[in-house]
């Protein structure tokens, strides 16, 4: 298994964007249902905090799939993904019929996370725009 190709971060990249890309996807469709849900945490300026997140989600997975800044977009995404746990995935104040499934996704966004601080610490790897053909040479 050669897992030093330029594929694998490129794969990395992509099978992390998913979850981002089509939640914000999902936000700019159904708008109002997003609304009534984040309604539910008694967030104040929600259609501005709704907004930010879709910006958050769509533009941060823009860069990672080209690579282009995505340090940058992979440490943001990191801290809006810690936010976004502690205040909708907070299994321990939630009632027993909704805590498993709280407690469920609290430990997939932190295995996001983790991954978003190895991106932002790592790099996009080779397969990246906006890298030079210096930092490409530097990569091999």
């Known amino acids: 298994m050669i897992l030093n190709h330029p594929v694998v971060p490129l794969l990395g990249r992509l099978m992390m964007t998913y979850i981002f890309a089509t939640s914000g996807i999902a936000k700019f469709f159904d708008w109002p249902g997003n609304v009534a849900y ?3 945490r008694h967030l104040p ?3 501005l905090l709704l907004a930010a ?3 958050i989600e769509v533009g941060g997975s ?3 799939i080209t690579g282009y800044q995505a340090r940058v977009a992979a440490f943001v ?3 809006y993904t810690t936010a976004v746990t502690l205040i909708f995935h907070n299994y321990w104040a939630a009632n027993e019929a909704m805590a498993g499934m709280q407690e469920t996704h609290f430990r997939k966004n932190l295995a996001i996370m983790g991954g978003l601080l190895m ?3 790592s790099g996009p790897g ?3 725009i906006g890298k030079s ?3 490409n040479a530097k990569a091999n």
Request: glycine share 0%; charged share 10%.
């Open 53 to 55: 997140a879709l910006v």
């Open 62 to 64: 823009i860069s990672l």
């Open 126 to 128: 080779r397969w990246a």
């Open 38 to 40: 984040m309604s539910t």
């Open 77 to 79: 995404m990191f801290w």
């Open 133 to 135: 053909a210096d930092a």
């Open 119 to 121: 991106l932002a610490y």
């Open 45 to 47: 300026m929600i259609p």
